[in-house]
């Protein structure tokens, strides 16, 4: 279908085109040939405009060359002059080496100084003020130096190097003349000459700072480095300039030069094209109205079509945007609603497979970089997936952070496992954000039709590859979960578990159970933790394992610590009406019942004293994202006289700083780490580590998973302060504790306590 619209497109648009050329033939003819009547005048102009230009600048470079070879060449003269003074009297020293050198330097040159260096070690120079570094330089051993200075040497030839640094300050060229002395028999080597040329004063005297051309001079005809060009810059020879040389019997230079703002700019072309280009539109301008009169009867047919074509062309971007994602550019929840609805089964024995995806640390990412980083992981999610699809595939994404990959295969399970697997790698690779990188990761739900299942609607698919995903994210990050009957089935499970507990909470099924928490040193009860069952009207009582998950799913854990808090301070006031000495009861309290907004005015009406009650944090709280949140909410609990405890200390990866830094009372070890202290060495060390560490911040410790009398034994002897664990007593109704406590009484009363 696409293919048809726009062939009726391209067959709509040919045809204004011949329209608008039958009616302008004549218009266009003209008008071409005028263009091209322009154009050769045109270009014949700028030639011998352009041919004009460099004449002149030819002219101005000449003198300038001849100037600059003129200077350099009386330079050396006098250079050699001063050296044939000195093969005379090569023992001269420096006062007549200043003399005679005063003599030769005229005040038109531009050498601006002398150094001699009898066997290549300077020794005089001229003038002796302003150049006292250079006395001593040895040409041997100066880097810089010393390849020219051996150069004239070996050759016995004058050597022009420049510009270089000089030993007493800024840059120069230099002119080094090798001197030899007649001892009659033969020519000795005496040592070097050399002579120092201004170079500003050099360009200025041969004309090169007062010109408006663009100049650059190269050691080489052709330079390809910008360390061969030491006047201008190396782009010059490269705009086409007008090229002369220096030559010189110690070297040869090339001169380059082309007008500063380049070849043409006041060569009158611009005038002589307008003038030309009205000349051609007095032609034209009669024959293109006559093609308007021609084309003025077809214009309102024309506006039609072109609104046609304009509201085809909109209907189509309207219906492709409410198919596709605006931010990633793939299809989107409707795409995939009706590809489920009437899928396009690539061959009648092919089945779907639906993936369904989630990313694991999109949130983290969109809270630390904002909605640009979180839309720069979207994008990047998107191409990859995109990557992975074949001639029939599809991915898309469906909302948020989640996506779905759609394919085909008539044997659908190993297809669908490896899509899983390239799905998990591929979204487990690095994501940079401003030059950083994230592992953003992905969970995954697999499903595909089964063979008896192919002729239904396929809506369920969707839904199993859901469940199938949030199986997957139990089990960890970047996990992959294939949908099975199974899954359906705790599903379905879980569903009613969740509306039975909803309607437990409204008939007050749940119940409070406490255990105590015995001095390790007394084996005294110091306190009671409260725990929450369920007594179902069907299944019994049941522990917190069966209902926590479908409290958190509800929403309702908040209301579930509440109705324990509620009925643990009933029980305490009812306690100490009995007589019974229990020094206080902890309870368990979840995330989303320290975020609750109303948590400190309800804490504030409680009737509990001060001290008595504690409220256990387990570790599996994210403190890092409810940090501003516990910042203000946990100091107002300790203020109105309720103790802080971590719970299960040791199972999640949060850091001591983090649990400390709100500075509880207590700290529970986790009965994981507990239990192997029997025979573990390394496990009873790190018990120990962590009871160092509470004693040295003043909080105290508690062991859960206390089993056997042994362990009671070896946590006493480590300096563990609570125990708490079936080896001393278990979880027990309200009227069992104070049985408890009743019989322990007895007891001591009969060892006489």
Request: charged fraction near 25%; charge should be neutral.
């Amino acid at each position: 279908m696409t293919f048809r619209s726009n062939t009726k497109i391209i067959r709509s648009l040919a045809g204004s085109l011949m329209s608008h050329a039958s009616a302008f033939a004549p218009a266009l003819f003209a008008a071409i040939i005028a263009a091209i009547v322009v154009w050769v005048a045109t270009d014949w102009r700028l030639e011998r405009s352009l041919a004009d230009e460099r004449s002149v600048v030819a002219g101005e470079l000449a003198t300038m060359s001849s100037r600059l070879q003129t200077n350099l060449n009386s330079n050396v003269k006098l250079l050699q002059g001063l050296a044939a003074g000195i093969a005379v009297d090569p023992a001269m020293g420096q006062n007549r080496f200043s003399k005679l050198a005063a003599q030769i330097l005229q005040p038109e040159s531009q050498l601006r100084s002398f150094a001699a260096a009898p066997d290549m070690v300077v020794q005089w120079v001229y003038p002796e003020k302003g150049n006292e570094k250079a006395i001593g330089l040895d040409y041997r051993k100066n880097e810089k130096q010393r390849a020219a200075a051996m150069l004239a040497r070996n050759t016995h030839n004058i050597v022009l190097t420049g510009p270089v640094e000089l030993v007493q300050g800024g840059t120069a060229f230099i002119v080094r003349c090798p001197v030899y002395i007649d001892d009659g028999n033969s020519q000795i080597f005496w040592g070097l000459l050399s002579g120092v040329i201004d170079i500003p004063r050099l360009y200025r005297d041969s004309g090169l700072s007062s010109t408006d051309l663009e100049i650059a001079i190269s050691t080489t005809p052709e330079p390809n480095s910008a360390k061969q060009v030491f006047l201008g810059s190396l782009e010059t020879f490269g705009k086409k300039p007008v090229v002369a040389s220096v030559d010189m019997t110690y070297g040869r230079w090339s001169l380059a030069a082309l007008p500063r703002h380049g070849w043409g700019q006041n060569n009158g072309i611009g005038t002589f094209e307008v003038y030309a280009s009205l000349l051609a539109l007095c032609v034209v301008a009669p024959i293109v109205w006559v093609g308007f009169l021609t084309k003025s009867r077809q214009k309102t047919i024309e506006k039609l079509r072109l609104h046609k074509s304009k509201l085809v062309r909109a209907r189509q971007r309207l219906e492709h945007l409410s198919l596709h994602d605006a931010l990633t550019g793939l299809p989107n929840r409707r795409f995939v609603d009706q590809m489920i609805s009437q899928p396009p089964r690539p061959d009648p024995q092919d089945r779907l497979i639906l993936i369904h995806i989630d990313l694991d640390r999109f949130k983290e990412i969109n809270d630390t970089k904002g909605h640009a980083g979180g839309d720069m992981v979207l994008q990047t999610t998107a191409s990859r997936l995109a990557d992975l699809t074949g001639p029939n595939d599809v991915a898309a994404r469906i909302g948020g952070d989640e996506f779905v990959f759609a394919s085909w295969s008539s044997n659908p399970e190993p297809k669908a496992t490896e899509l899983a697997r390239q799905i998990v790698d591929t979204l487990q690779q690095t994501i940079f954000i401003d030059g950083a990188g994230y592992v953003v990761g992905a969970s995954v739900g697999v499903a595909w039709e089964t063979e008896r299942a192919r002729d239904r609607d396929l809506g369920q698919l969707l839904l199993n590859a859901d469940l199938a995903l949030y199986e997957a994210k139990k089990a960890g990050r970047g996990r992959a979960a294939v949908f099975t009957e199974e899954l359906r089935r705790a599903a379905i499970h879980s569903k009613e578990l969740a509306d039975e507990f909803n309607q437990a909470l409204d008939r007050d099924e749940l119940v409070a159970f406490f255990q105590p928490q015995f001095n390790a040193s007394t084996l005294d009860i110091a306190g009671v933790e409260a725990l929450a069952r369920w007594d179902h009207p069907r299944k019994g009582l049941l522990g917190p394992n069966a209902f926590l998950d479908a409290a958190e799913r509800l929403g309702r854990s908040g209301d579930m610590d509440r109705l324990i808090l509620q009925k643990a301070l009933f029980e305490l006031i009812r306690w100490d009406g009995l007589g019974m000495q229990i020094p206080r009861v902890s309870v368990n309290i979840s995330a989303r019942r320290l975020a609750q907004a109303n948590l400190l005015g309800e804490l504030s009406e409680l009737p509990a004293a001060k001290g008595r009650l504690c409220f256990e944090l387990l570790e599996t709280i994210s403190f890092d994202e409810l940090q501003l949140a516990l910042n203000e909410v946990i100091p107002a609990i300790k203020a109105l006289g309720i103790e802080i405890e971590i719970d299960d200390f040791g199972t999640e990866h949060a850091s001591i700083v983090s649990l400390l830094r709100f500075e509880p009372r207590r700290l529970k070890i986790d009965r994981e780490i507990i239990k192997p202290i029997i025979a573990s060495a390394s496990q009873r060390r790190l018990v120990s580590s962590i009871i160092e560490i509470g004693r040295s911040q003043n909080i105290d410790i508690v062991a859960e998973g206390v089993e056997t009398m042994e362990h009671a034994k070896i946590l006493k002897d480590l300096g563990c302060h609570l125990l708490q664990g079936y080896a001393l007593a278990r979880p027990m109704t309200s009227e069992q504790l104070i049985e408890f406590c009743r019989m322990k009484d007895r007891e001591a009363a009969k060892a006489g306590r």
